[in-house]
């Protein structure tokens, strides 16, 4: 009986109109006749490989999902929710500050004792637009002129009427 080689891929058959039995074929880069080991490293396969070759997952049932679908927004949007938040509560602070601080300018009466920004403390002896005349000390009668945004705080108000 003639035997004949269909190529490395392709299975060997009998010449005589194919009754023979096939061998197996050869596996590229082994050398002939080498046949590979039975618990070879075989490439993994995804669960699209495994449904088509019949062969399922060590666990069985379905392979894991891939991707996260809403699972990956859920992080985005949940920083972006945190931003906002943070956004949100500056200007808020924000506002609520500068409402307090106009209070306290237009609050600004004749003989309150206040504290400026720079640590001077006084009495309020003077009022005008913009600026203040604060006296420092009784005795020798020292005023000092500041603008109305440097006093810092007011220590105590005064009995008298506002002027």
Known sequence: ?????????GANTSGAGGAGAAV???VVGMPAGV???PNAAAPALNGTQQAA???APAGGGMPPAQGGGAGM????LMLLG???FMIVMQVWTGKKEKKKRDELMSSLGRNDKVMTTGGIVGHIAEIHDQELVIRTDESSNTRIRVVKSAVASVLKKSEGVKS
Request: charged share 0%.
């Open 1 to 9: 009986m003639a035997q004949a080689n269909t190529g490395a891929a």
């Open 24 to 26: 197996p074929s050869q």
């Open 35 to 37: 046949a590979p080991a």
């Open 53 to 55: 070759t019949g062969t």
């Open 73 to 76: 927004l859920l992080l985005p």
């Open 82 to 84: 945190f931003l906002v």
